[in-house]
């Protein structure tokens, strides 16, 4: 091998490597970012579309980019993505079937009591508990 | 020498091998969705998990978000050494990462011992049978993985079957990409 091509191999090497710690930072960056929004949420401006922001919309980006460019899914073939998708589609009809059953208690000829009574009397519960904070200490041990 | 059939035979225009991996995770999308898809369905028609999750700490949840990130970086490190032949380095970036795997696995289990003794099991209710179910699956999937790794780079040190450093990684990243979603879910979404 020529020095020439020895010296673009290296360059071609480096050039990689800053690639990866780029989006490594960047992936620190965000990991950051959606750890304080909650916090600053908490704290200062209680905003619960903050929160969803922050925490749900910066996953999002940070597993774009691990698969994009640490699993390599950009050079990777066509249908490797379209394999996954379709993995990913059969998950979004499960939760488009399934969801309406699950997140409401009450339908037009149905009521799912024993949900919504696990939901009053959990509520109940921890208002209870935020209102008498040191009384109920120790028994999560009792129960 | 003959070379094994993960390797030579790529009629799909990739090796027979890192196909499988991908079908592996393809059916890893439906079991890990699956879960993740029924915990936010009951998360968002139950407001009381929200206190549940109150008690799930964040801090220790997000040293483990930065611990893997951590560990993928060293993965692909591992990849990228071995794809230019460099085989005994690559071994080493797998250790590093198998490092990762441990030091993820020594937090979530005095995670765990922390919550049991706080009387938060399983059985309590189904925001934590969730939580465990979920974590735990994802820390077998971490097991699973350090100990492939660790056989992977046995081979690796000594110059042998290099391309399986990318198959492992990929495996790896992938159980980075669970925790990215998990630790919003279980410990952020208060």
Known sequence: M??????????????????????????????????????ISDHFVHSKALVLVTAFGIAL?????????????NVEKKFVI???????????????GVSPDIMEHRGRNWENVAAREETASALKEQAERAAHPGEHEGAEHAE | MSRPIATTRSVTGIATGKL?????LASEIVIFGGLLCSYLMHR??????????AHTNTALGATNTFVLLTSSLFAVRAHFEAEHGRGKSAANW????????????????????????EGFVISKNAFWSFYYTAAGLHA???IGGAIIMLII???????????????????????????????????IAK
């Open chain 1, 2 to 39: 020529s020095d020439a091509a020895a010296t673009h191999g290296e360059h071609d090497e480096a050039a990689h490597l800053a690639h990866y710690m780029k989006i490594y930072r960047t992936l620190v960056v965000l990991f950051l970012v959606s750890v304080s929004g909650p916090f």
């Open chain 1, 61 to 73: 980006v940070k597993a774009y980019l691990v698969c994009a460019h640490f699993m390599h899914l």
């Open chain 1, 82 to 96: 379209y394999m996954l998708t379709t993995a990913l589609v059969f998950m979004f009809l499960f939760f488009a």
């Open chain 2, 20 to 24: 499988a991996v991908w079908w592996v």
């Open chain 2, 44 to 53: 968002l028609g139950h407001p009381e998990f929200g206190g549940y999750a």
């Open chain 2, 94 to 117: 797998l250790y590093m990462t198998v490092g990762g795997a441990l030091t993820f696995l020594c937090i979530k289990g005095y995670e765990w011992h922390h919550e049991i003794s």
């Open chain 2, 140 to 142: 077998c999937h971490v």
């Open chain 2, 153 to 187: 780079a046995q081979d690796a040190k000594k110059n042998q079957e290099l391309q399986r450093v990318e198959l492992i990684g990929i495996y790896w990243h992938f159980v980075d990409v669970v925790w990215i979603f998990l630790f919003p879910l279980l410990y």
